[in-house]
T-cell receptor, first 116, second 110 residues
Framework: GAVVSQHPSRVICKSGTSVKIECRSL??????MFWYRQFPKKSLMLMAT?????????EQGVEKDKFLINHASLTLSTLTVTSAHPEDSSFYIC????????????FGDGTRLSIL | SQQGEEDPQALSIQEGENATMNCSYK?????LQWYRQNSGRGLVHLIL?????REKHSGRLRVTLDTSKKSSSLLITASRAADTASYFC??????????FGGGTRVLVKP
């Protein structure tokens, strides 16, 4: 159980394009989803926390107009990288939780974003 | 910001040997979690240890937590080539928000 599906797994696009990444919880209701960014051989950096039906909470230094997050249902959150530039190239990972205390987060398999 | 520091950053061992990695953190926590990440993949949850627990086992994994020293360790016994991965500790606050350590890259040579 507790499967999180992230799509697409890899995307290559031109500078200036907007890219949408989907994160779905397949067998549980995800009241909270998290979006992370990971640079090569580095740890995960939390970008934002999204709760179903409310606005996402962004971490310091993350541009909310650049990284649009929508969490419209209990099973789907999306991250849209708007007007992407080469410096946005990275590995983006989502995770989801049903909000229960002292339970692990369940991670998607990540999206490798490459902006040319 | 990164709260946890992991030590060592990289570890190379022979199959069958044990691997130990350590994690330190700075603030109070609800629980501490260990995850594994294979190259280019997402994270797989290994063990969650609550702030009132001192030791936990799962198969070949053993995790300890010392809240007085704000540190945790992960021991992998009888390592296998398939254990080759990066291992991350993460501390959780009351809002289930995770703060990850820098990770330990483990290479198990057959």
């Amino acid at each position: 159980g507790a499967v999180v599906s992230q799509h697409p797994s890899r995307v290559i696009c031109k500078s200036g394009t907007s890219v949408k990444i989907e994160c779905r919880s397949l067998d549980f209701q995800a009241t909270t989803m998290f979006w992370y960014r990971q640079f090569p051989k580095k740890s995960l950096m939390l970008m934002a926390t999204s709760n179903e039906g409310s606005k996402a909470t962004y971490e310091q230094g993350v541009e909310k107009d650049k990284f649009l997050i929508n969490h419209a249902s209990l099973t789907l959150s999306t991250l849209t990288v708007t007007s992407a530039h080469p410096e946005d190239s990275s590995f983006y990972i989502c995770s989801a939780t049903d909000g229960a205390r002292n339970q692990p987060q369940h991670f998607g398999d990540g999206t490798r974003l490459s902006i040319l | 910001s990164q709260q946890g520091e992991e030590d060592p950053q990289a570890l190379s061992i022979q199959e069958g040997e044990n691997a130990t990695m350590n994690c330190s953190y700075k603030t109070s926590i609800n629980n501490l979690q260990w995850y594994r990440q294979n190259s280019g993949r997402g994270l797989v949850h290994l063990i969650l240890i609550r702030s009132n627990e001192r030791e936990k086992h799962s198969g070949r994994l053993r995790v300890t937590l010392d809240t007085s020293k704000k540190s945790s360790s992960l021991l992998i016994t009888a390592s296998r080539a398939a254990d080759t991965a990066s291992y991350f500790c993460a501390t959780a606050n009351a809002g289930n928000k995770l703060t990850f350590g820098g990770g330990t890259r483990v290479l198990v040579k057959p």
